[in-house]
């Protein structure tokens, strides 16, 4: 709800500013040169708000150069057909597309693993890559391994949202770029590997493939939605 106000407040003012400037299409250039000044503020504005990510069960602000994975057709179960990813300033997400209907956040025996570091050697060593974040969506539990050292966490705890959340054969999941576990502070930059794969041994699916993970570059030039309040200051105060 917070993200169509935003957008129709954006609209509504650049729509607002056009209609202004055109009843004075006949004035000085100076005035000309403040209107197409402001409007383009106004668009650049709009584009920057655009290029984030939101979990609404939409797919229209995903593009095809988000998608680092088809692999349809590998696995007569449960088959993981493409993967997504994109980032902001705030949040790393994550578009999976499946063959079959299922519940993410029950049963569905879905591990997530993100090798945070980008480093083989360390973290939890899973087809080529050491993952320092693992997260099991059925059980709604993961593990960060950091060391010697093993922390469990919960969607909390790394700011993870996924969507929907009823059953569906596609799905959007965000996790913080910014979280602390166990005393320690975590941030997702520069560049990651991952995997998203069936736990289900030697039959499960992975998406990418077995020895093949994806690796991705964040880009820093994506900015998050400002999110506004619109609780009363006051009460007392009529709305």
């Not at 609209?11 to 000044?37: A, D, E, G, H």
């Not at 009823?166 to 576990?181: G, K, L, P, Y």
Request: hydrophobic share 40%; aromatic share 12%; glycine share 6%.
């Amino acid at each position: 709800m917070k993200d169509n106000i935003l957008i129709e407040m954006q609209n509504s003012q650049l729509n607002t500013t056009i209609s202004y400037f055109r009843q004075f299409k006949n004035i000085p250039m100076f005035n000309r040169i403040i209107y197409w000044f402001i409007t383009a503020l106004l668009l650049s504005f709009q584009a920057t708000v655009a290029q984030t990510i939101v979990l609404d069960e939409s797919y229209d602000d995903w593009t095809t150069d988000d998608q680092v994975a088809v692999e349809i057709g590998d696995n007569v179960f449960t088959d993981f057909e493409t993967l997504s990813i994109a980032n902001d300033e705030s949040y790393l997400y994550f578009r999976v597309k499946l063959n079959r209907e299922l519940l993410l956040q029950s049963n569905s025996n879905i591990i997530l693993a993100i090798d945070i570091d980008n480093n083989a050697q360390t973290g939890f060593s899973i087809e080529g890559i050491g993952s320092e974040l693992v997260f099991n969506f059925g059980s709604r539990v993961g593990r960060i391994y950091r060391g010697s050292n093993q922390f469990e966490i919960y969607h909390n705890d790394i700011g993870l949202i996924t969507s929907p959340t009823v059953s569906s054969d596609e799905f959007e999941i965000a996790i913080a770029r910014n979280f602390n576990v166990g005393n320690q502070a975590y941030k997702l930059e520069d560049n990651i590997t991952m995997y998203l794969y069936v736990n289900d041994g030697s039959t499960g699916d992975f998406i990418p493939n077995r020895g093949d993970a994806a690796r991705y570059s964040f880009d820093e030039d994506k900015n998050s939605i400002q999110e506004f309040e619109i609780e009363k200051d006051d009460q007392a105060d009529l709305r």
